[in-house]
């Protein structure tokens, strides 16, 4: 039992001590051209409080001029659900203006939002923001997609939220060194996507 539990957890711990430095918050973050922001579900046609809270970091980033561009992944995968378009209008509405807000809908997980940042929209450095309890996980997909990463952890109340999104990333760490492995091609690729240049050409 206890050699079961310590190779089930040993993907998580693989995933902090590859994050040692790379992880901390709005305040402590590094200058980059794009921060990627990660869905996290919709109340109706609404961010989530915690996809909200998510945006607002990426909206302070660029308020402190940290970087130049947003790239906001999402699903879309279905006509009733957006989340894509919806954390869009969330950041314009809030003074960022559209040309540096980008969208990405078919960010199905994390390992899809992670690759096609790379391949499809080009981005090479950037920010990556969301819950601490994730944000470890973004930075290992990323950086195993080829973009230089900084994670930046927004913190939340230990709630019920909390506690299942931290049980998640057990399995989910799995999941990710096994991404890092094989490197698959994600869920749709699709042709080249110019919205980032043309948004640090602004």
């Known amino acids: 039992m206890v050699a079961l539990s ?6 998580s711990a693989w995933l902090w001590s590859g994050s040692d430095g790379r992880v901390g918050t709005v305040e402590s973050a590094p200058q980059a051209p794009v921060a990627v922001v990660f869905g996290a579900g919709l109340f109706g046609t609404e961010p989530s409080p915690y996809l909200a809270h998510r945006l607002d970091a990426a909206l302070e980033l660029y308020r402190q001029h940290k970087v130049r561009a947003i790239l906001v992944t999402g699903d879309n995968g279905r006509t009733d659900y957006d989340e894509t ?4 209008g969330y950041l314009i509405d809030r003074g960022v203006p559209a040309v540096k807000v ?18 499809i929209f080009g981005v090479d450095r950037a920010l990556l923001v969301s819950q601490t309890f994730h944000v470890r996980r973004a930075l290992a997909l990323c950086e195993a997609a080829g973009i230089d990463s900084y994670g930046v952890g927004v913190e939340e109340w230990h709630d019920i939220t909390w506690y ?8 989910g760490a799995g999941k990710a060194l096994l991404n890092t492995v094989l490197r698959s091609d994600p869920t749709f690729l699709g042709p080249h996507e110019d919205g980032i240049s043309r948004a640090l050409e602004q």
């Open 85 to 88: 378009d919806t954390m869009r």
């Open 164 to 171: 299942y999104g931290g049980f998640r990333e057990i399995p």
């Open 102 to 119: 980008v969208g990405d809908y078919a960010g199905f997980d994390t390992w899809d939002s992670c690759t096609r940042a790379r391949r």
């Open 6 to 11: 310590a190779l089930a957890l040993a993907p």
